[in-house]
């Protein structure tokens, strides 16, 4: 339902002038994603600065049988926090909730609002000679509301989990506008459901996170890097394996690379450069932490990677030897992204499947697509360790983008398919949205949709909330 100027006006008299924003010109930043899939219209885009106001503004949606759709940094890839094409619905952006509530590190936990970028919780935590080890590659623009919002994966995932594991206690406005305060710092609270994990990975349908109290750890007093070669994906794996056992867990970041993304980046990137001398077909991004020496963690980067050489899952290997080398292994890894747009369209798939069987999934997709498409370049990379894979295709060289792009839900369908016959996950971490909304119900099962849209239904009763978003 199209808000009536008087509804506008209130909503505006809760904001203020600095929360309003009306101008086509204006709103247009908040309209769109940035893969530009996905372009939307809106009445009105709301900045409120405080979780009352949220709450006021939720009222008055209610009240009026008003859409919003919450939106955090705008970094999101599947649509989730794009309005719709009609301008009736508002768009609630949380950019100005910019508060560090407090920071706790004798109990190892940080307040926030759901404003404040997630490189400003990096900041407070280290500030507290703590850490917060969420990290993406979109940290210097994402928001926490909207990283658990989406439950956030990215590249820490293997040692300390998903967003959802990031998390004690959450502050949500609901559909109605009730605050349900329940920032916590409790590791143990065992008095019925845990409500905080309804509300992360719902992408803003039933309720707006605006607040959180995030888990901190010891800020690692030694880190050591490598890139190394291996000549398959299954060596990757089997790698895998050795570095985590010989350091008793303290692989941090385990990331697959291929030597295409290797290619897109030393062509795309400036200053980047190819970490070893002779070309592979695969690579990894090993990283390890620890609060011992240094020396010491290198040492057993080291006899991981003598072992790999050895047993022939390794055929070169770099540990960096600076901070600069360290950060030049890292931007080739998190550059793999946005290099592609140089090499014409990009068909993603953000996929799962168990860490045994990541080998098995490139390789059958990998096949599917090109004999589907002769040319088409798969460029498989990101969390081996996590089981989480990006399976991007990059258009054949010659081939007209428009008409590549159109394939887009056929690719989608091949990849997915095989996805599902292995037991994995169309989405392991960017979410639903509105790129897989239709398709999750061939994922789940009839019971995991019904209970699913009984709580859409609870909570969300007018279905005001992100309407047309993940169910």
């Not at 924003?21 to 930043?29: L, N, S, T």
């Not at 409120?48 to 503004?57: D, G, K, L, N, Y």
């Amino acid at each position: 339902m199209k808000p009536t100027p008087e509804t506008l006006e209130r909503l505006k008299e809760i904001v203020g002038e600095k929360g309003f924003v009306a101008g086509e010109r204006d709103m247009a930043p908040y309209l769109v994603e940035r893969r530009e899939l996905y372009k939307g219209r809106a009445a009105a885009v709301l900045r409120p600065a405080t979780t009352e106001e949220v709450s006021a503004i939720m009222k008055v949606a209610h009240e009026t049988g008003l859409h919003v759709v919450p939106q955090g940094g705008n970094t999101g890839l599947v649509g989730g926090q794009v309005p719709d094409a009609t301008g009736e619905e508002i768009v609630l952006s949380l950019a100005r909730m910019k508060r560090i509530r407090a920071v706790d590190a004798e109990n190892n936990t940080l307040t926030v609002d759901a404003g404040v970028t997630l490189a400003e919780a990096q900041e407070a935590a280290r500030e507290a000679d703590r850490l917060f080890p969420l990290s993406l590659a979109s940290e210097g623009s994402c928001q926490i509301g909207g990283n658990l919002a989406t439950n956030a994966g990215g590249t820490q995932v293997l040692r300390y989990g998903n967003a959802r594991d990031l998390v004690l206690g959450l502050e949500v406005v609901l559909a109605n506008g009730d605050i349900w305060n329940g920032l916590t710092g409790l590791r143990k609270d065992n008095t019925g459901y845990d409500l905080r994990h309804l509300f992360m990975g719902s992408e803003g349908t039933l309720g707006i996170i605006t607040g959180a109290v995030l888990k901190l750890f010891p800020r690692p007093r030694a880190v050591s890097t490598a890139f190394a070669a291996v000549p398959s994906v299954e060596a990757a794996v089997k790698l895998l394996r050795v570095a985590d056992g010989l350091s008793g867990g303290n692989v941090t970041t385990f990331e697959l690379v291929p030597r295409i993304g290797v290619d897109f980046v030393t062509r795309h990137l400036e200053g980047a450069s190819d970490p070893l001398p002779d070309p592979s077909p695969w690579y990894v991004l090993i990283e390890m932490t620890a609060g011992t020496e240094a020396a010491r963690l290198d040492e057993t980067m080291e006899a991981a990677l003598a072992e790999g050489l050895e047993t022939g899952l390794v055929s070169d290997a770099a540990i960096a030897q600076s901070e600069t080398q360290r950060d030049d292994f890292r931007r080739l890894r998190e550059s793999l992204s946005d290099v592609q747009r140089a090499e014409g369209g990009s068909i993603k798939h953000d996929v799962s499947v168990p860490v045994s069987r990541m080998a098995e999934f490139i390789a059958r997709a990998t096949k599917a697509v090109s004999e589907r498409l002769p040319g088409i370049r798969p460029v498989p990379f990101g969390h081996i360790g996590d089981g989480n894979v990006h399976f991007n295709l990059s258009q054949p060289v010659e081939m007209d983008k428009g008409e590549f792009l159109a394939l887009w839900s056929e690719m989608n369908g091949i990849v997915h398919g095989i996805v599902r016959e292995m037991g994995g996950s169309i989405s392991a971490e960017h979410g639903v949205g509105q790129l897989k909304r239709d398709e999750i119900a061939a994922t789940k099962s009839p019971v995991e949709i019904g209970m699913m849209r009984a709580l859409k239904q609870a909570l969300d009763p007018k279905g005001i909330l992100n309407p047309g978003k993940v169910v």
